[in-house]
């Protein structure tokens, strides 16, 4: 009779203790790290809105008034494409954390064990 398929020995169990406890203390120490990282999209994420504001001034004005701001507004969508590119890093690290991975296709968050996205349907590994 096989009711108990499979057994479980004290090694087995004391290994389990054993790596529920590291992982648990290398999950605090992601989560302070994800907390981190939050704050600082948070902070991109309205310098971002600012730049969009102030590249919006700038289309109205230069519609508006007929002034020439192009060299001015070709400053701000330089600084536009900086702060994206810092988001999209900081994204990454927090996927990282989050034991996740990010679809290069639509830039959607995977479960690390996927294949292909569950927004787009991107393969996800090379
Ligand atoms: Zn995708």
Avoid: P
């Amino acid at each position: 009779m096989e009711r108990f398929g499979r057994c479980v020995t004290m090694e087995n169990i004391i290994h389990d203790i054993k790596s529920t406890v590291n992982s648990a203390v290398k999950k605090s120490g992601d989560l302070l790290e994800i907390g981190k990282v939050k704050l600082s999209l948070a902070d991109a994420g309205s310098k971002l809105s600012d730049l969009y504001e102030s590249l919006g001034e700038m289309a109205y004005r230069a519609k508006r008034e007929e002034v020439d701001l192009s060299e001015e507004m070709e400053s701000v969508i330089w600084q536009i494409d900086e702060m994206r590119s810092e988001i999209k890093k900081q994204k990454e690290k927090m996927a990282e954390l989050r034991s996740q991975q990010i679809c290069k296709n639509c830039g959607k968050s995977n479960v690390i064990e996927a294949k292909y996205c569950n927004e787009c349907g991107a393969a996800l590994k090379d």
